[in-house]
């Protein structure tokens, strides 16, 4: 089973005359998302939906001279903002979310009024308004959850999965994309070694814990390719591959010595990215596998795709996808 995504084009002709607004448009994820999209010739708008004022203060500067890009201050929980928001946009992609773990576990109704509720307000705006796609970028957390912060994304896709099921009239079309660890975003381990580098000493939670990884240009690439495939009620995973925390160390900060603090509250020691009960409904597409929902006829395109093994496991100790050292090399380079 191929696990490297192939390198050919993300088409992007079905982007042109679109509308397009990000939730949580600020982030880390929706910076990068707002810069690829506008090097999308022919997309219209590029909606930019986040509370924080200053973010999106400092992005306006950052893109002063682009006339495409709107900028909208709104929380998620406000559903009638978010409907005003949403008014003539033909794409959403949710991505605003609470994802601190350990800031999670201490305010844990804070968590579900925006991971949970938030996304159900996305939903209930998006068929109000008749949003074409609607796609949430969720997490591999989500999969068995360990803590609160997956929970609520466990939650979250749920809510998207079935809300294909009243779209109505409305012809909105719901999925989800599931990843690992981004490299380079905000309180990565990646950031955490180039912080505590010159110390000289790296704290790690558990030297036989590993991790899938991914870069961010790829989970752009990935994202375009869900919003031109879907049509509602699929959970899309991209072929990632892993590696050991201590072999990333020696990799990004070889002259470090290495410092077991013990794993933290809500951690995995690793990652899951499809259940044992999930790969019996997935598909292997060339860059990613492809959930289908259990209402078939939501996504009748994936039959034409193979069936992944009952036997897969989709984990971050699976020496099948473990990176060698060429590939590490070029991934974190």
Same mark, same amino acid.
């Given at each position: 089973?191929?696990?490297?995504?192939? !390198?050919?084009?993300?088409?992007?002709?079905?982007? !042109?005359? !679109?509308?397009?607004?990000?939730?949580?448009?600020?982030?880390?994820?929706?910076?990068?998302?707002?810069?690829?999209?506008?090097?999308?010739? /022919?997309?219209?708008?590029?909606?930019?939906?986040?509370?924080?004022?200053?973010?999106?203060?400092?992005?306006?500067?950052?893109?002063?001279?682009?006339?495409?890009?709107?900028?909208?201050?709104?929380?998620?929980?406000?559903?009638?903002?978010?409907?005003?928001?949403?008014?003539?946009?033909?794409?959403?992609?949710?991505?605003?979310?609470?994802?601190? %773990?350990?800031?999670?576990?201490?305010?844990?109704?804070?968590?579900?009024?925006?991971?949970?509720?938030?996304?159900?307000?996305?939903?209930?705006?998006?068929?109000?308004?008749?949003?074409?796609?609607? $796609?949430? %970028?969720?997490?591999? &957390?989500?999969?068995?959850?360990?803590? $609160?912060?997956?929970?609520?994304? $466990?939650?979250?896709?749920?809510?998207?999965?079935?809300?294909?099921?009243?779209?109505?009239?409305?012809?909105?079309?719901?999925?989800?994309?599931?990843?690992?660890? %981004?490299?380079?975003?905000?309180?990565?381990?990646?950031?955490?070694?180039?912080?505590?580098?010159?110390?000289?000493?790296?704290?790690?939670?558990? !030297?036989?814990?590993?991790?899938?990884?991914?870069?961010?240009?790829?989970? @752009?690439?990935?994202?375009?390719?869900?919003?031109?495939? @879907?049509? /509602?009620?699929?959970?899309?995973?991209?072929?990632?591959?892993?590696?050991?925390?201590?072999? @990333?160390?020696?990799?990004?900060?070889?002259?470090?010595?290495?410092?077991?603090?013990?794993?933290?509250?809500?951690?995995?020691?690793?990652?899951?990215?499809?259940?044992?009960?999930?790969?019996?409904?997935? &598909?292997?597409?060339?860059?990613?596998?492809?959930?289908?929902?259990?209402?078939?006829?939501?996504?009748?395109?994936?039959?034409?795709?193979?069936?992944?093994?009952?036997?897969?496991?989709?984990?971050?100790?699976?020496? &099948?996808?473990?990176?060698?050292?060429?590939?590490?090399?070029?991934?974190?380079?």
């Amino acid at each position: 089973m191929a696990t490297q995504s192939k !390198k050919t084009p993300i088409a992007t002709d079905f982007l !042109k005359g !679109k509308t397009v607004l990000v939730t949580g448009g600020t982030g880390t994820f929706g910076r990068a998302f707002v810069a690829r999209l506008l090097a999308v010739p /022919g997309i219209a708008k590029i909606i930019v939906f986040s509370r924080d004022e200053l973010k999106q203060s400092e992005m306006a500067a950052q893109y002063r001279d682009e006339s495409r890009l709107r900028f909208f201050i709104g929380d998620i929980r406000n559903v009638e903002r978010l409907k005003r928001a949403f008014d003539s946009v033909d794409i959403v992609v949710h991505a605003a979310a609470m994802k601190r %773990v350990e800031s999670i576990e201490y305010n844990p109704t804070e968590a579900i009024e925006t991971n949970i509720i938030g996304s159900r307000n996305v939903i209930d705006a998006a068929l109000d308004r008749g949003v074409g796609r609607v $796609l949430l %970028v969720s997490s591999d &957390k989500a999969v068995e959850p360990v803590n $609160l912060y997956g929970a609520t994304k $466990l939650a979250a896709e749920k809510l998207f999965v079935a809300a294909n099921a009243y779209s109505g009239k409305s012809n909105s079309r719901l999925s989800v994309v599931r990843y690992g660890n %981004v490299i380079g975003s905000r309180g990565s381990f990646v950031e955490t070694i180039g912080r505590q580098r010159p110390s000289g000493i790296i704290t790690i939670t558990d !030297k036989a814990m590993t991790r899938f990884w991914i870069r961010i240009e790829s989970v @752009m690439d990935i994202v375009l390719e869900c919003l031109l495939l @879907m049509q /509602g009620g699929e959970i899309f995973v991209p072929k990632m591959k892993n590696m050991a925390i201590t072999d @990333m160390v020696k990799l990004l900060a070889p002259e470090c010595r290495q410092k077991v603090v013990g794993v933290r509250p809500g951690e995995k020691l690793h990652e899951v990215l499809l259940t044992r009960y999930e790969v019996l409904q997935a &598909k292997e597409l060339p860059r990613m596998f492809a959930i289908a929902p259990l209402e078939r006829e939501w996504a009748e395109w994936l039959v034409r795709y193979r069936s992944v093994p009952k036997d897969f496991l989709y984990t971050s100790n699976n020496k &099948k996808f473990l990176l060698n050292k060429k590939e590490a090399s070029e991934l974190f380079r």
